[in-house]
């Protein structure tokens, strides 16, 4: 069936290194895609978002890329801190059908000092 | 807060028993979704409403499992004759209709353990 996922399962990096968080997806009908990011015990957290006519977008200290071709979704961290140590997962939505969210399994990031 | 709301927290719970969890949506948002989630993988979905109608139902949802909305506002969910494979982090998320609005705010979950 039609699925998330993601390369990596787990990326460790340096505070301070820009951090890249890849994800392949594979339902062509989906016209968004949320990353999301999930401190331990807690639930997901909204990051970014970028809908399927675009290829990047841009928030604070993040970036999402979209590349339509090969299905394939990237988030980066611009100057990774600890407090961005978390598991991050992309998530895929159809407009057209209720909203609801596929995610993929997670990756987690570790910034060590 | 103003944020979505779950409880209880955590809940642990004998094999057999019933079990039932709340879930108190952001204000006015319409949509109301649960997942549920189990240990190192991405939340999976369970079961949509809008207002009190609930619309969609995946088939991970089964005849053990009921939800309810019955006043569009907050929702329940119920186990009934818990099993183990139903320890799990059950997420409820909610949001405001419009097609432009893509952003679910998701609660803290009610983390399950059937022993």
């Known amino acids: 069936g039609e699925s998330v996922g993601l390369h990596l399962p787990t990326l460790s990096v340096q505070e301070g290194d820009n951090s890249i968080i890849n994800c392949a997806y594979s339902n062509s009908a989906s016209d968004y895609f949320i990353w999301y990011k ?11 978002d970028i809908r399927s006519n675009m290829d990047k977008r841009q928030g604070q200290r993040v970036t999402v890329l979209l590349n339509k071709t090969v299905k394939h979704l990237s988030l980066q961290i611009a100057a990774t801190q600890p407090g961005d140590s978390a598991v991050y997962f992309c998530a895929e939505g159809n407009s057209g059908g209720y909203n609801k969210l596929i995610f993929g399994a997670g990756t987690r990031l570790a910034v060590h000092p | 807060d103003t944020g979505v709301s779950q409880n209880p927290r955590h809940k642990i719970t004998k094999r057999g028993q019933n079990v039932t969890f709340r879930c108190d949506p952001i204000s006015e948002h319409n949509r109301l979704y649960w997942y549920r989630q189990t240990l190192g993988q991405g939340p999976e979905f369970l079961t949509y409403f809008q207002n009190e109608a609930q619309l969609e139902k995946s088939r991970l949802l089964s005849d053990r499992f009921s939800a309810e909305r019955p006043k569009g506002s907050f929702s329940t969910l119920e186990i009934q004759r818990t099993e183990q494979g139903d320890s799990a982090m059950y997420l409820c998320a909610s949001s405001p209709m419009g097609s432009f609005s893509t952003e679910a705010f998701f609660g803290q979950g009610t ?3 059937v022993v």
Do not use: A, V
């Open chain 1, 38 to 48: 999930q401190e331990s015990g807690k639930g997901p957290q909204f990051i970014i």
């Open chain 2, 111 to 113: 983390r399950l353990t």
